[in-house]
C-alpha cells in the first residue's frame, strides 16, 4: 500500500516538472505579450499544484497546509494573469495576427 | 520498497535541477526583456517557480515548515504582481 502510494506520488512529481517545462518553453518561443500569458499561467496552476497534491499524498501527517496552499494558487493565478493582461492591453502593446479587436467599443479601452 | 524510494529520490533531486534551469532561464528574461508587461510575467513565473522550489525542499526533506515559507512568499508574489500590473496600466499604485 505505501509503495503504490509512492508510486503515485513519484508520477504526479514527473507531470508537475513537464508542465512547469512546457510552461517555461511556452514563455520563451509564444510571438507575442497575451499568448505568453497563456502559456505562464499552466505554471502556476497546473505545475505548482501537481507538486502540492504530491506533497498532501505522500507526507501525509500535515496535509492542511498544502491544501490551503493549493487553493490560494487556484485564486491568484487566474486573478494575477487578468491583471497583466489588462494592464498590457491598456499600454497599448500589440497582439500579433488578429484579425478582429472585440475590445474597441468596451470600457476596456484606452481612455 | 527500497528500490523505489531511491527512485523516488532520484525523481526529486532531477525535479530541483530542472526547476533551477527553468529559474536561471526566467532570470535571464527579465533582464532581457522586450517590455514591462514581459518583465513583470517573467517576476511572476519567477516567484512561482521559487515556490516549485521550496515545494521539492519540502518533499526531499520530509520537512513541512518549506511550504510555510511558499504560503508567505505565493501571497507576497501575487501582491507584488497586482500592485505593479496597475501601477504600470493606471500610472497610479492607489
Sequence with gaps: ????????????????????????????????????????????VFGVVLLLIAVVVWEHL???????????????????AHALASAAYRIGLPMKGVERNDLVHTSESKS | M???????????YISLLVHLVLISICFWRVWRGENVIDRLMGFELLTTLTLAVLV????????????????????????????????VADDQMF
Design chain 2, 2 to 12: 527500497h528500490i523505489l524510494q531511491t527512485v523516488f529520490a532520484d525523481i526529486l
Design chain 1, 62 to 80: 500535515s496535509w492542511g497546509r498544502g491544501l490551503i496552499l493549493v487553493f490560494f494558487l487556484m485564486l491568484a493565478g487566474p486573478a494575477t
Design chain 1, 1 to 44: 500500500m505505501d509503495s503504490v502510494v509512492l508510486f503515485i506520488a513519484a508520477l504526479i512529481v514527473v507531470l508537475g516538472t513537464l508542465f512547469s517545462i512546457v510552461g517555461v518553453v511556452g514563455f520563451i518561443r509564444f510571438p507575442d505579450v497575451y499568448t505568453r500569458l497563456h502559456a505562464t499561467g499552466k505554471v502556476g
Design chain 2, 56 to 87: 521539492l525542499l519540502s518533499l526531499i526533506s520530509r520537512q513541512i515548515i518549506y511550504i510555510d515559507l511558499g504560503l508567505a512568499l505565493a501571497v507576497l508574489g501575487f501582491v507584488g504582481t497586482i500592485a505593479l500590473a496597475k501601477y
